[in-house]
């Protein structure tokens, strides 16, 4: 599993390029909750510039320790998977994994 750690009010956004649609899948486990979302390039940039409102095809919104999911991505092209701390205070450390 791959490890990050995200300072208070920080993010990460990682990017994975499957060769077509269909299933991408993740499992996350982090000292502290943590918000999710799987998104494609035009989300991602409304997500950066801070927008509330932006399509995600699946992760967790409300902040989580333990994420698993497998979702359906219907395009082809990049997909993100975004880890989001928003804790403005305390360092969450993330163990992760991707599979597509």
Request: hydrophobic share 30%.
């Amino acid at each position: 599993m791959a490890v990050t750690r995200l300072r208070g009010d920080e993010y990460v956004s990682l990017e994975y390029k499957p060769r077509k649609s269909g299933t991408f899948e993740f499992e996350l486990d982090a000292d502290r909750p943590v918000q999710t979302y799987i998104v494609g390039p035009k989300a991602l940039d409304r997500f950066e510039e801070g927008s509330k409102t932006f399509k995600y095809w699946g992760g967790f919104p409300e902040p989580r320790k333990h994420q698993k999911q497998k979702v359906w991505i219907p395009f082809s092209g990049p997909v993100y998977l975004v880890i989001s701390n928003p804790d403005p205070y305390q360092t969450a450390e993330v163990e992760y994994e991707v599979y597509y």
